[in-house]
């Protein structure tokens, strides 16, 4: 690693490259490669990047990592040295306009990237949410509380307690809506199981995130932050939701049900999808349009019930051709009080595995069936290996969401030991994580490349 702050971050071959060209970092420079040219700014590197790219932010905004071997001639035209700091400004307090409370758990809803470790910093305090995105002042009076500062990941109990204990105290205290900044990976887990702790809400719980960073020219933020702010303030959906992109377009954005959204892309901005049915409403900077009329709506009491009871022994299992009993019987062997099971098809798994199923069942462990197909109904009465499960203990729980009933059996299980009336509990739709039945439009997806689907979509690419 070079001592040298002119080239901080930079070792091995991409340090000597700069060293050759005389090219300290934030040069303004015209980098010529063995088949292209490069303009942009040469950004320091992250104290663990590897030794073999200069990396470069382009005049559009975008970084580019460019092999040190490959570069011929590097053209110094100037210096703009960054300073990736969110500007600061009293967030303006206007009487006429409603409370919203930001509850901050970790992501990167607004941030600058850290050059230095190639960490991106939050930004989160209202000053900085208002230097970064001025409009909110024209929504709401923010105010912020952090929570935690962890990965989406890392979010687990702990978390979710005290997430639904603070909503139900700025709900005493009457915030006219909450927004919570999240980590989009595990976001789909925390809405469900917010959904369980916090019910009969009267205002709207908005959680948000961004799948790319602020400092990215395509991030999609600040459109998040103020679709989800418009939202707490605005709307008079009193649930928990998940608010990202609809389309991978600017256009609006897309209110979810929590117990019935999932991430489904891993970079997409539009990566959030309603599964087996369709999403509550859509969100632009102008105004909010329901797409349906059966949800709880906006109250004026600071009526809220938090139940944060939850058993933490509770897997859910992915079943694949060829599992063996082990890993159920590892979970009992362990303590597991509950498992919830992905199974293929309608809800199957394999004829060795019952065994392993039986004897949780004589353990007093609770098991129930989900579909790994994601759309679509457990359905074990169709075949004799779905009622030879149900006889061995295994509940069929409709269309419920794998991860769903994982989180709602963790629920279920810290209210009870009585797994009749775990049963009750789990097979007893609460917020939406279990429909009559799918609409039509509630399953869609296209395959590109079909004569019918190309016509259609070029109507709306942009």
Known sequence: ????????????????????????????????????????IVLPRSETADPLHIVLKLRSGYNVGIAAKSIKNINIVG????????????????????????????????????YR???????????????SVPELA?????????????????MGPEQWKGTAEAIGREIEKGVHGIVIG????????????????????????????????????????????MHSVKTAAESDIAEVMVCMFGPTSDDYGL?????????????????????GDTPIAMVSREKITPLRQDYKRRRHDRQVTINTAFEEKVSIVYYYPNMKPDIIDSLIDNGYRGIVIAGTGLGHVNKPLY????????????????????WGYVQMYVYDTGRDMMELGVVPTANMLPEVAYVKLGWALGQTDDLNKVKEIMLTPIAGEITEREPSNGYLIFQGNIPEVEDFISRYRK
């Open 117 to 131: 470790t190639g960490a991106v910093i939050p930004a989160f305090s209202p000053g900085e949410l208002y230097g």
């Open 182 to 225: 999240h980590g989009t990976d595990t976001m789909h887990h925390t809405a469900a199981i917010l959904s369980f702790m916090v019910q009969n809400s009267p205002v709207p719980i908005v959680m948000v995130g961004s799948q790319r960073s602020s400092d990215r020219p395509s991030s999609d933020a600040a459109l998040n932050l």
């Open 79 to 114: 210096r703009k040295e960054a300073h990736y700091k969110i500007p600061e400004k009293q967030f303006p307090y206007n009487p006429k306009k409603p409370r919203v409370k930001l509850l901050g758990t970790g992501g990167t809803i607004a941030s600058r990237l850290d």
């Open 1 to 40: 690693m070079s001592g040298d702050s002119s080239y901080k971050g930079y070792r091995g071959e991409a340090l000597e490259t700069l060293k050759n060209f005389k090219t300290p970092i934030w040069s303004d420079v015209e980098i010529s490669t063995e088949n292209d040219k490069f303009t942009g």
């Open 138 to 154: 024209d929504i709401c009076n923010l105010e912020t509380e952090k929570l935690y500062g962890v990965f989406s990941e890392n």
């Open 355 to 374: 065994p392993a199923l039986k004897r949780a069942h004589d353990k007093n462990i609770a098991v129930y069936m989900t579909v790994q197909t994601l």
């Open 255 to 275: 209110l979810h049900r929590g117990t019935r959204v999932r991430k489904m892309h891993s970079s997409y901005r539009s990566t959030f999808r309603t599964i």
